[in-house]
């Protein structure tokens, strides 16, 4: 018995908050290590880099299914929401009072009829526009709501917001990825132009178990009561995942190490969609360095944004990525908030960080790794169909921008750190 117990995990948050990442796994070394590996990202050793980064478990047993329309993500959710027994845990960045809100909410009511307990978590300023009588009615039936950060009395807290996207059953089923709660996604009659393109996966297995524990973060320093989790029995098979999750003060340098590690280690193609681009210097020069040693390197980025001045911020970075030899694409049909990578056909990660300061700054955000050809192979799949859909930009045609747009720009580019 002894000896079985010892085998369990316990629910802790990894990292710790405050750790110091040793030198070597630091975001300007741990490339090194990462190049080395004889299999790159399939080698063994590179799961052990990356369980040496975040400090967390890589955990099998996972079965996944990745959504890349709002429609059908949501029939998902609500259908698991359903089949609930005994927890159902949210927390999302907008919460809307629109037609999907609406839904969702009538099937957590549903939830709370049945016995279980329910529990809301979403950002105050992310949710700004949801009225103060939506929540109050999802008190009234029994639904417990927290919000993140309201003005008062955390006034000087404004600039940290919990920008997760997290959807937990019962510890055993879960969803994450880049949508929010609201029509933008859920229904085809929202926006100009149809639904926003986005990425959401359901996970079913212990990584649920895993993003229940990130849950409690939020929760609990938004005040709410506690959140009682049992320890985790690993499994074996299945997909193997790594919950890459960070708030401000934990975690931070370790998504950043985390992806210079995958950048690093990669053989064939980095293909790249993100939604808020607005990268670090360092983040251009390790996927230049990865370009000029003939890996495919291709992002993916909005032709139309909700954002403009985030969008022109990326903007900035395009001439030194293009003069790197990294393939730049516009999606045009849609707003594209997705954020996701997928490398080598192996190695996919869908979850709510943007590739810009306040995602590594000033955020809590939640992703998971997969280390999965199946999986690799559909993501590969739907960027290949989205590059369909998209424009390429190229040297000659970024430097005949005009000069307003170059100024535009520019200035986007500095105000980047407070977008």
């Known amino acids: 018995m002894k000896r079985r117990r010892w085998r369990l995990w316990r629910p802790a948050l990894r990292p710790r908050a405050g750790r110091r990442l040793p030198p070597e796994l630091r975001v300007e070394n741990v490339g090194r290590l990462a190049a080395a590996l004889p299999g790159g990202l399939r080698d063994p050793g590179f799961s052990i880099l990356l369980r ?44 809307k009072d629109d037609a999907t809100g609406r839904s969702l909410l009538e099937t957590l009511v549903r939830a709370v009829g049945r016995g279980a307990r329910v529990r809301v978590l979403a950002d105050a300023f992310g949710s700004i526009a949801t009225r103060r009588a939506f929540w109050k009615e999802m008190r009234a039936r029994g639904i417990e709501v927290r919000l993140f950060n309201p003005l008062f009395p955390h006034l000087l807290l404004q600039p940290f917001r919990d920008h997760r996207k997290i959807l937990v059953i019962d510890s055993v089923v879960a969803f994450t990825g880049g949508m929010n709660i609201g029509d933008e996604y859920g229904s085809s009659l ?60 934990r975690g931070t340098g370790e998504i950043a190490s985390a992806l210079a590690a995958i950048v690093a280690a990669a053989r064939e193609r980095i293909w790249i969609t993100n939604a808020y681009f607005a990268p670090r210097r360092r983040a251009v020069e390790l996927l230049g360095e990865a370009a000029g040693r003939g890996v495919d390197v291709r992002l993916l980025l909005p032709g139309r944004s909700d954002v403009p001045l985030v969008r022109h911020a990326g903007h900035g970075y395009y001439a030194a990525l293009l003069k790197r030899g990294v393939r730049i694409f516009e999606y045009q049909p849609a707003v594209l908030h997705a954020k996701t990578l997928v490398v080598d056909d192996f190695l996919s990660l869908a979850g709510s960080s943007n590739l810009d300061f306040r995602s590594f700054h000033f955020n809590a955000e939640c992703n998971i790794v997969m280390l999965d050809s199946d999986i690799g192979r559909r993501f590969s799949e739907t960027f290949e169909g989205d590059l369909k859909r998209s424009v390429e930009i190229t040297s000659p045609q970024w430097a005949r921008r005009s000069f307003l747009h170059r100024a535009g720009d520019a200035l986007a580019r500095r105000l980047g750190p407070i977008l």
């Open 52 to 95: 040496r980064i975040d400090q967390s478990p890589i955990l099998d047993g996972n079965r996944v299914r990745a959504f890349f329309r709002g429609p059908e993500t949501f029939e998902a959710m609500c259908a698991a929401i359903d089949a609930a027994k005994e927890e159902v845990l949210v927390e999302s960045y907008i919460f």
């Open 190 to 249: 929202s926006a100009r132009g149809g639904p926003w393109r986005d990425t959401h996966v359901q996970v079913d297995g212990p990584a649920a178990w895993s993003m229940a524990i990130v849950f409690t973060e939020a929760w609990h320093a938004a005040g709410g009561s506690p959140v009682l989790l049992s320890p985790l029995e690993p499994k074996t098979g299945g997909v193997p995942i790594l919950v890459l999750d960070s708030r401000p003060f």
